[in-house]
């Protein structure tokens, strides 16, 4: 398949010819852009998205959200309304009335509302006392046509135009006035109200927590340096020390399985036969009774062949392993030498929030389109929003752009990385490798965003059902069909699974993307051959390698945390110390992620490396490796192996082997 720009792909015979270079990445130079029309695509959702967020923006408005209403369509402290036909009390200035007031609590929804300076401050049991409280405070409860001193008892209803009575102490809540508990009065719109105030009643618990946090906040973004540090750290630490902690945890995982195992069958052995009448059997050690001898049996059967699968698991991977440990070593060497890789998910982190912020602000403007009406729906005038058929499906367009944007970020995060690796790894003198980053983000940029819009977009089409069944499920709680339940739920772990298998695949194709210029599909189709010929290196690195990512990840917060433990615990000022530990720990185990994730692309990336410089050099004259020596161990292992294999075959033969038999290179 061509490229837009009428390039040719790179010609993978010519790349195996000894007389062509056997460079990969000199291949791409006759690329220009891949998977223009996905490009185009996401432009033109781009498009639609920027229209949907300037016809929100033109007719909604978000102040209406973040203040509220009133009946009348007046958005409170607003100094300008604009005037609904057929309300009277429309347009108004509500200039300083910033809180929502309810005419009555019980039914708050189909009550009269309007726009109030302060929310009543005391409880007020009958008209009189709303009387007297407009007196004393010049706050008006009652609709802004209504003098509150001629208003009659037959006035104070939930309708309008003042207040039921009664009025209870309130206090604002994100600009609405929320009543507190009466101690006197608990029917059950009352006792409603009260547990969801008891929820502020921990006030003093917030208060005290917040204060904690302001007065040790320099400390927690010093501890959060020193976390950045210490991540630093082991990512250096990564590179010397990777083989002695890969082995270290499979050797406990060989002895953890055998001790295990021993374990339980010493457990059946020494509990009783079946016939024996016993009351409780006490097994020492772990301080646990059990009654019954052939469970422990079944358990120590399964242990038992657990354990055995595993040994032989590790026998045939015991070669993997040790690669493993050699793309680490590797791994460290190239974030050593481009030390800017580690810095990549700031810059995503920025993208994704700058991103999620405007996404944020337009669904507000969205959330308030309509066209404002007088109504009669609750008995009295008052406005309606009306919204119609095209600005209805605003929403769902917003919310798949949301997963298709954060997707198209995540898959540049992974691109660039992986671009970067491949340049700094086909290059023999890496010395003069220059701003091998700023030339990924580059071809990033001329070549590729349309095949990364290709493949972001095939991970939104399977996100989007797995939110809609997932959607479907929690409004199906209540439902007794447990076979619609159980299906429901297979849907959607078959969808998570699919969708954890094309995002892995997909950075894979990205690589090969990288190397050798192709279009998505072709990558993708390399790379997930790339990764079936190589299953055990991928589930080796993929096991060992990822848990050895993990116990870096919680080294750095545990070293963190033991800081913050010695240090915020002498601060004498802090009610709770132990609350401004908790959020260091959570912020330096992101840190980490932060830095081990890049460490973790960069290993998968020097995988297809390896492999793709393997099948295309051979180590002759002209055709020389780009890999380390290091890693030439495992090609000069699988050559010998080879090199054997065709001797037995020809001597089994009748041929003589020293005819026709090639040297396999040295290294």
């Not at 009428?6 to 852009?33: H, M, Q, V, W």
């Not at 983000?441 to 939110?467: D, E, N």
Request: aromatic share 12%; with cysteine.
């Amino acid at each position: 398949m061509g490229n837009c720009c009428g390039g040719e792909e790179p010609d993978r015979d010519k790349l195996d010819g000894s007389k062509t270079s056997r460079n990969p990445l000199s291949a791409r130079k006759n690329i220009c852009c891949t998977d223009v029309i996905f490009l185009l695509l996401l432009l033109c959702f781009w498009g639609l998205l920027g229209f949907i967020a300037v016809h929100s923006i033109i007719n909604g408005d978000a102040k209406r959200l973040f203040y509220g209403y009133d009946s009348f369509g007046n958005t409170c402290n607003q100094q300008y309304n604009r005037p609904i036909e057929n309300l009277s009390l429309s347009g108004r200035n509500t200039l300083g009335k910033p809180n929502v007031f309810f005419m009555s609590v019980s039914d708050p929804l189909e009550s009269m509302q309007v726009c109030v300076s302060r929310c009543p401050n005391e409880t007020l049991r009958d008209f009189q006392a709303v009387k007297r409280f407009t007196q004393k405070t010049n706050i008006s409860l009652c609709r802004y046509d209504v003098d509150v001193e001629k208003a009659t008892e037959d006035m104070f209803t939930k309708t309008g135009p003042c207040p039921d009575v009664k009025v209870y102490n309130s206090f604002s809540l994100l600009f609405r006035c929320v009543p507190y508990p009466d101690k006197e009065d608990f029917n059950s719109s009352q006792k409603i109200i009260k547990k969801f105030v008891e929820v502020f009643e921990l006030d003093d618990l917030f208060r005290k927590v917040l204060n904690d946090v302001y007065v040790c906040w320099r400390e927690m973004l010093a501890l959060c340096g020193i976390a950045v540090i210490i991540a630093f750290l082991v990512v250096l630490i990564m590179r010397f020390l990777a083989s002695i902690v890969v082995w270290l945890i499979v050797i406990l995982a060989i002895i953890g399985s055998l001790v295990g195992t021993g374990f339980l069958w010493w457990t059946w052995f020494r509990l009783p036969s079946e016939g024996v009448r016993v009351e409780r059997s006490h097994i020492p050690i772990i301080n646990v009774d059990v009654k019954n001898k052939t469970t422990f049996l079944v358990f120590s059967i399964t242990a038992s062949v657990l354990t055995v699968i595993l040994l032989l698991i590790l026998l045939v991977m015991r070669k993997r392993i040790a690669l493993v440990v050699a793309l680490f070593h590797e791994a460290g060497k190239c974030l050593v030498a481009i030390p800017l890789l580690l810095i990549q998910p700031l810059w995503t982190f920025v993208a994704l929030f700058a991103f999620l912020v405007y996404w944020v602000w337009i669904l507000a403007y969205i959330a308030t389109l309509g066209t404002p009406a007088a109504s009669r729906k609750f008995g009295f005038d008052s406005v309606e929003y009306k919204l119609d058929a095209f600005p209805k499906q605003f929403w769902w367009i917003h919310v798949i752009g949301l997963i298709w944007t954060s997707e198209f970020i995540l898959a540049c995060q992974q691109f660039v990385i992986a671009s970067a690796v491949a340049n700094w790894y086909f290059c023999h003198d890496k010395k003069r490798l220059s701003c091998p980053l700023g030339g990924a983000v580059k071809v990033l940029i001329l070549h590729h965003l349309g095949s990364i819009s290709l493949g972001s977009f095939i991970i939104t089409l399977v996100k989007i059902p797995r939110y809609i069944l997932m959607y479907i499920q929690e409004k199906c709680k209540a439902s007794d069909n447990a076979c619609a339940k159980c299906c429901l739920k297979s849907c959607i772990c078959c969808l998570w699974c699919l969708e954890k298998l094309l995002k892995f695949l997909n950075q894979n194709a990205y690589t090969i993307i990288a190397i050798e210029g192709s279009n998505f599909c072709s990558a993708a189709q390399k790379a997930f051959g790339i990764l079936t010929s190589n299953v055990l290196r991928v589930a080796a690195i993929n096991s060992v390698g990822a848990f050895v990512l993990f116990l870096g990840k919680v080294g750095v917060m545990a070293s963190t945390c033991a800081i913050a433990i010695v240090w915020l615990k002498s601060m004498e000022t802090l009610h709770y110390f132990a609350i401004p530990v908790l959020f260091v720990s959570v912020f330096s185990f992101l840190i980490a992620h932060c830095f081990l994730s890049v460490y973790e692309m960069v290993v998968d990336a020097l995988l297809m490396c390896f492999c793709e410089d393997s099948s295309i050099n051979d180590g002759s004259p002209g055709r020389e490796y780009f890999m380390s020596t290091s890693l030439k161990e495992f090609i000069s292992d699988s050559s010998r192996r080879m090199e054997n294999l065709e001797k037995s075959h020809k001597t089994s033969s009748g041929v003589d082997p020293s005819e026709n038999t090639e040297l396999s290179p040295r290294h």
